[in-house]
Structure formats: C-alpha cells, structure tokens
C-alpha cells in the first residue's frame, strides 16, 4: 500500500487530468510515482469528484479528499488504456464484494468436511442458494423496469425482508392464514412476489412467463 506522503501529493496534484465520458468521474488522470521502499515507480490511477457547493468544509480532509475534489485513486501494472483499467478494477470491486457476501452470509467460507469432493458439493449448493437468491429478487420488480435501474439486494437484506418476519399464524372456519405486522415495511413487495410464485405453470417442457414484459437493458 502506497502511503499519502507530500510527495505523492504532488505528483497527484500534477496528474494530467482531462474529462472523460467513459468513466464515472469528473476528471480522470494518472502519474508514476516511486513510494518510499518500492523497487521501481509504478502507474496510479486517479479519478476525482467535484465536491458539491453545499458540503460542509471539513478541518481534517481524509484520505484522497481535499477541499475541491474527492479522489479514487489505484496502482497497476497494466498498460490498457485508462477508461478500460477504470472499468476492470471496478468490476473487480464488485466481484470481491460478492464473494465477501457469499463467504460471510451464505457459507461459502465454512468447510464442512476434509474431504475435496464434499467440499466441491458444498461449493456448489452455496453457489446454487445464492444465485436462485439473486433470481428470487426479478419476480417482485416492476414491470417497465430496466436491467441498469435495479440494485443487487444482498442475502442478509433478503433474509429480513423476505425470511425473518413478524407474523402470526391463525385458523378460523377452516381456513389457515398469515397475518403480518402492521410494520412490516415490505409488505406490498412480499405480496406481489407471492402472487407471481403462484402464477408460475408449467407449458410443455418450459413455464409460463409471470410478468408481461421482458428483463432488458
């Protein structure tokens, strides 16, 4: 880890910075710089946000943050083009926090036997739980919506909307129901997830669609 030393400040503040649409920044740049116990100078990659007028101006700036701009900023040793650099390390991002979430909510990291082939097993329902989690979430979406509007829902935010419910169940006239708390926030989505489980039918060797209108980016 490179530290925030006066003179990597300098060599940030002399980046070359220019707009770019192909990132999500204001201004992208980078440098080469040699940190102190490095062998050799290395390219950073720095990205920078306009602070908003309202923002209160703080005494002690963190970390890449001044009064003007905040700054993401990473080393590589790639030589790509910095808008495709920009794109790969934050899909790299997100895929490291993906796997964070498998291993702490959905077991991922807890192996349950010594041996390699029951692992793999494990490995695999893992996986399968997740992703029929990721799939349960498209059935409550609203019809016009668009792959770029949704948001990943993760394990531990299903579980208390979906799973971990205040809700008694009673009997009456021979009838079984469900009554939910009256601050069940969720209540409107858990319903129209339920409604559109019950619509799926199998036709010939495939299901009938549930919602009209095609997932499309």
């Not at 400040?9 to 770019?20: G, I, V």
């Not at 192909?22 to 720095?46: L, S, V």
């Not at 041996?115 to 997740?130: E, G, I, T």
């Not at 601050?183 to 199998?202: C, D, S, T």
């Amino acid at each position: 880890m490179a530290r925030k030393t006066p003179g990597w400040l300098e060599e940030l503040q002399k980046a070359h910075w220019q707009p770019s649409p192909k990132t999500d920044a204001d201004e992208p740049g980078e440098f080469w710089y040699q940190p102190e116990d490095w062998a050799q100078a290395y390219r950073f990659i720095a990205l920078r946000y306009k602070k908003e007028k309202s923002e209160p101006e703080r005494e002690q700036y963190q970390l890449f943050d001044s009064p003007q701009y905040r700054y993401r900023v990473f080393v590589t040793n790639l030589p790509d083009a910095l808008d495709l650099l920009v794109w790969f390390y934050n899909e790299r991002a997100g895929a490291e926090n993906l796997i964070k979430e498998a291993n702490n909510d959905a077991g991922l990291a807890a192996h349950p036997s010594g041996r390699w082939s029951m692992n793999c097993v494990h490995f695999q329902l893992v996986m399968l739980a997740y992703h029929l989690n990721c799939w349960l979430w498209l059935f409550p979406r609203e019809e016009e919506s668009k792959v770029e509007q949704l948001q990943h829902t993760t394990l531990a935010i299903a579980r208390l909307g979906f799973l971990f419910l205040a809700a008694k169940i009673w009997r009456h006239a021979g009838r079984v129901g469900i009554s939910y708390s009256d601050q069940y926030a969720e209540r409107g989505l858990f319903q129209r997830l339920m409604n559109r489980l019950r619509r799926i039918a199998p036709r010939g060797g495939t299901f009938l669609p549930v919602l009209a209108t095609a997932l499309v980016s």
